[in-house]
């Protein structure tokens, strides 16, 4: 099962302080400023100025060691401690005094999340404050040989940039251990952005691959830039592939993976968009590339990477959006390039490059 965790929104809404008029002697109406260009004035100052964080009070709050399943989340999502010892401090301000100190896999449920810091409910019922870097978000399992149980636990040791959404560079970490918390293997890689979120992939036909990870996450560096991104446990931990994209005004370059899958009945298989058969929400068809003979790799081997252009089309003279007579935007969609990829049980060979590069 893939676990995530729910994430909410809080917003604001503001409004436009009244601008009705006043009235005034016509000599102090000359020595004031007008009323109602100031309080225009106030609101916009209110509205740029940055929104004050008020972080709660843990001696206040009343907590629950394990986390409320709430049915639209699924159900597992268990956050933990990655460190041999991980503090709990009574506020996130530096040199804030440690109220408790958390093994190394200990789970917490999260109540709160601040820039830096997340508000959690230890196992003895206490809330505190924890770095983010301290915690793993994903607790994914995985069954081994017989009666061998693996887990994954999996989240960020470095945050690129907490404070703008931009391309910096964070640290992932992944720390596979047996049912008695021994740590097995530990495999770092980097993200841009500073989240992502995580997909397993099931019944893939690769050789030797027990499990299948596909990380997506965005960023944005003056245009919005996407990722996918795939790791494989095939004894080791190891990258499989990394392909990008990005999209600005109804213009965007990107890439499809598609990975071979073994469908429920045993019988087939197909090459499916990020390993997960999904429906497109414009044509309306599942997301599978046709399996291309002539290539000489057989299906089970092959991975498919497609390179897309998609532009957007405007009227000419209104400069409006067209759409087609289904109501879905229209747009041009070009392939650039497609490349087939071989994988021989432990490493991920370029076999094919049709178009140019």
């Known amino acids: 099962m893939v676990l995530f965790a729910c994430n909410r929104e809080g917003k604001k809404e503001s409004t436009l302080p009244s601008t009705n008029p006043v009235k005034e002697d016509s000599l ?7 009323r109602q260009e100031q309080e225009v004035k106030n609101y916009e100052s209110a509205q740029s ?4 964080i008020v972080y709660a009070d843990p001696v206040s709050l009343e907590c629950m060691p394990k986390r409320f399943q ?4 699924g159900t597992g999502f268990e956050p933990g401690t990655f460190g041999k010892k991980t503090y709990v401090y009574e506020s996130p301000k530096p040199g804030a005094r440690k109220t408790d100190s958390l093994a190394f896999a200990t789970s917490v449920n999260i109540l709160a999340e601040y820039p830096e810091h997340y508000l959690v409910c230890t196992p003895k019922a206490k809330s505190g404050y924890v770095k983010k870097t301290d915690l793993y978000l994903y607790n994914q399992y995985a069954a081994g040989a017989p009666g061998v149980s693996y887990y994954y636990l999996i989240g960020l040791t470095k945050i690129g940039n907490v404070e703008v959404r931009e391309c910096a560079s964070s640290a992932l970490k992944i720390v596979k251990i047996d049912d008695k918390k021994k740590v097995l293997e530990t495999y770092t890689d980097s993200i841009k952005g500073e989240d992502f979120h995580l997909g397993e992939i099931y019944n893939s036909t690769l050789k030797n691959v027990t499990t299948f990870f596909h990380l997506s996450y965005s960023c944005f560096d003056e245009i919005g830039v996407f990722y996918d991104h795939f790791i494989v446990d095939n004894g080791k931990l190891m990258k499989l592939l990394v ?6 005004g109804g213009y965007s370059d990107f890439s499809n993976v598609y990975i071979p899958i073994r469908l429920t009945n045993g019988k087939k298989v197909v090459l499916a ?16 590339y046709p399996y291309p003979a002539n290539s000489g790799i057989p299906i ?3 991975i498919v990477v497609e390179d897309v252009s ?4 405007f009227d000419e003279d209104t400069g409006k959006s067209k759409y087609n007579k289904d109501g879905t935007a229209a747009n041009v969609r070009t392939v650039l390039k497609v490349v087939y990829y071989r994988w021989n049980g432990k490493a991920l060979r370029k076999v094919k490059t049709i178009g140019p590069g």
């Open 28 to 34: 102090a109406a000359a020595n004031k400023p007008d």
């Open 49 to 52: 100025a940055p929104e004050k």
């Open 70 to 73: 709430d049915p639209n989340c």
């Open 243 to 248: 392909e990008g994209g990005t999209g600005d």
């Open 273 to 288: 968009r990020n390993g997960s058969l999904t429906v497109d929400s414009e044509t309306g068809k599942v997301e599978t």
């Open 300 to 302: 089970e081997d092959l």
């Open 310 to 313: 998609v532009e957007a089309l």
